[in-house]
Structures are given as structure tokens and as C-alpha cells.
């Protein structure tokens, strides 16, 4: 649990699955954001405008948070912002985002194949709540995150 209130819980988990066949086993890293009261599972899609500037923002932050991370060099914006929308890509990216104490991480989780220098992990940018005001959507989801903070 990386944050809770009476109205939102946000979690983060590893989810095992078979994608494909019983021997194509993956762990892949998983996050829910889900309005208490209503049940709503927020989306990155929801709560952020995916625009351009936006993903600029996004690529700067994580460049500073891991510069060091090899995926960002094999996709190209549109590759994360499909991923952003909801999109399984490639059956190896999947979206995560979490709510924390004065802000919020968004990114990805992944998987490669076993002769990749690459395995499996996942990537954050983190926001803190005033660098994400200018991208967020109308989602009922900040009315709750600001009336807590």
C-alpha cells in the first residue's frame, strides 16, 4: 500500500501469469489506484493529459530519476504513451502509476526474453503534486488527493 485514505487505496503487487502457453511464465509488476467509495480503478489515461507536453515532462523526469535504465532508449514516445493508454504493448509493457505521500509515480512494467541484457523490472517518474497540476484531467481523482493533503 502506497497510500491510503477513506476514498482511495493505491497498491502496488507482482502479478504471475501464462501468456500464450504453460511454460511462458512472467512476473510482472502491477499497481492499482481504486476510489473506495465508487470503486473507480483509475487509469493514466484519466488522470493525466497524454499530450506532448506531458510525455516531454514524463521522459525528463524519468531520465533524472534512472539515467542509467536501458529501456528508454528502445521505444520511442509513442510507444510509451500507448502503453500510457491502456495498451499491453508488444505483450511486455504494461502501464503502473501509484499515489504517495505529496505525490504521485508514473511508468511501466516489462519483460523481455532471457537472452535480452534486459530481464524484467519496471519504471517510475515521480511528480510531486505541483509538477503534475498543469497535465491532470478533471478525474474525481484529485478532488480526493487534495482534500487529504
Known amino acids: 500500500v502506497t497510500y491510503i ?26 499497481t492499482r489506484t481504486i476510489n473506495l467509495e465508487e470503486g473507480t480503478v483509475y487509469e493514466i489515461k484519466d488522470i493525466v493529459n497524454l499530450d506532448d507536453e506531458f510525455m516531454d515532462a514524463w521522459y525528463d523526469s524519468m531520465q533524472e530519476e534512472a539515467p542509467e535504465i536501458e529501456v528508454t532508449d528502445l521505444l520511442e514516445l509513442d510507444v ?31 519483460h523481455y526474453d532471457e537472452d535480452s541484457s534486459v530481464s524484467r523490472g ?3 517518474a515521480p511528480f ?10 478533471d478525474s474525481s481523482i484529485w478532488n480526493i488527493v487534495e482534500s487529504n493533503d
Do not use: C, Q
Request: glycine fraction near 8%; avoid cysteine.
Open 5 to 30: 485514505s477513506e476514498d482511495v487505496i493505491s497498491v502496488v503487487f507482482e502479478d504471475h501469469y501464462y501468456y500464450g502457453n504453460i511454460y511462458e511464465e512472467y512476473y510482472d509488476l502491477r
Open 80 to 110: 510509451f504513451k500507448r502503453v500510457f493508454e491502456g495498451e499491453f504493448v508488444e505483450e511486455r509493457y504494461a502501464d503502473a502509476f501509484f499515489l504517495k505521500d505529496g505525490g504521485l509515480e508514473i511508468g511501466l512494467s516489462y
Open 122 to 124: 519496471w519504471m517510475t
Open 128 to 137: 510531486t503534486w505541483e509538477e503534475i497540476a498543469s497535465y491532470k484531467t
